[in-house]
T-cell receptor
């Protein structure tokens, strides 16, 4: 069964450093999402992306965050200057059509120290 | 932000019995609801959904009930199996949204005892 692949599975970074979280969505999917889950809290929407542009972003997704689909297969989330409170599990998701039942990746655990 | 609430952080049931997971929401304009299941070290997996025009949707052992007047939905798993042990998230789609983003509850950890 096709999967959404996220790398790395765990990343530790110093506060203030830039990080790039990588995702390879399912190949024929057109709609892409990033969510995050701070330990013990809810899964929260960050951003949706379609047709090479952001469809919607949440209040969390401030100027420190950006997304890119650089080569037609990868979908990346960049955090320019990480803060301690950015420590969370980050999930990428994709869907073929406009639907809510999208497929999530296994996540990247980001730890900011 | 408590638009979608799962008030029970955990639930333990015996194998073969019914598991009932509950979810409440505050915005009566939500028009689509989903349940996701999540195992440790994996992403959420879509389980079942229901549109606000329905009050029940069934898929095998899983049934979701929607009570719009009470702004409440529930997921029934019958019979429960040990492999159902996971965290279950309720999610809702905001009204007037074109991006298909979801608002999740905090999850309920289900343990099915053999």
């Amino acid at each position: 069964e096709p999967e959404v692949t996220q790398t790395p599975s765990h990343q530790v970074t110093q506060m203030g450093q830039e990080v790039i979280l990588r995702c390879v969505p399912i190949s024929n999917h057109l709609y892409f999402y990033w969510y995050r889950q701070i330990l013990g809290q809810k899964v929260e929407f960050l951003v949706s992306f379609y047709n090479n542009e952001i469809s919607e972003k949440s209040e969390i997704f401030d100027d420190q965050f950006s997304v890119e689909r650089p080569d037609g297969s990868n979908f990346t989330l960049k955090i320019r200057s990480t803060k301690l409170e950015d420590s969370a599990m980050y999930f990428c998701a994709s869907s073929e059509t406009e639907t809510y039942g999208y497929t999530f990746g296994s996540g990247t655990r980001l730890t900011v120290v | 932000d408590q638009q979608v609430k799962q008030n029970s952080p955990s639930l333990s049931v015996q194998e073969g019995r019914i598991s009932i997971l509950n979810c409440d929401y505050t915005n009566s304009m939500f028009d689509y609801f989903l349940w996701y299941k999540k195992y440790p070290a994996e992403g959420p997996t879509f389980l079942i959904s229901i549109s606000s025009i329905k009050d029940k949707n069934e898929d095998g052992r899983f049934t979701v009930f929607l009570n719009k007047s009470a702004k409440h939905l529930s997921l029934h798993i019958v019979p429960s199996q040990p492999g159902d042990s996971a965290v279950y998230f309720c999610a809702a789609s905001p009204p007037g949204d074109s991006s298909y983003k979801l608002i999740f509850g905090s999850g309920t950890r289900l343990l099915v005892r053999p």
